[in-house]
Nanobody, 120 residues
Framework: QVQLVESGGGLVQAGGSLRLSCAAS????????MGWYRRAPGKQRELVAT????????NYVDSVKGRATISRDNTKNTVYLQMNSLKPEDTAVYYC?????????????WGQGTQVTVSS
């Protein structure tokens, strides 16, 4: 069994910064692509950023380009999302995703989500 646990969400004023973390634990052989998604109130879940196993091939949704940085620490099975110059439209529940190879095979695992609220 693999678990993803996010942290770092909270309430921040517009223009502020947050750093989200997501740590994977359990019977893990390797972690492939990791990413962050978000779901704003009344909207569908959207991809925010992804990063491959070696820390490259970074992808960002256009709305966060230049304001967000995704990174990972493979020694800690952890992925991070640094977000700067936050806007009220960044308000959402942020979910971590990882493609994990474990004793159960290769599958996509999700965290429980962490709320980010940006006040204007």
């Amino acid at each position: 069994q693999v678990q993803l646990v996010e942290s770092g969400g909270g309430l921040v004023q517009a223009g502020g910064s947050l750093r989200l973390s997501c740590a994977a634990s359990g019977s893990i052989f390797s972690i492939k692509t990791m990413g962050w998604y978000r779901r704003a109130p009344g909207k569908q879940r959207e991809l925010v950023a992804t990063i491959n196993t070696s820390g490259g091939n970074l992808n960002y949704v256009d709305s966060v380009k230049g304001r967000a940085t995704i990174s990972r620490d493979n020694t800690k099975n952890t992925v991070y999302l640094q977000m700067n110059s936050l806007k009220p439209e960044d308000t959402a529940v942020y979910y971590c995703n990882a493609r994990v190879e474990s004793t159960a095979g290769l599958f996509s695992s999700w965290g429980q989500g962490t709320q980010v609220t940006v006040s204007s």
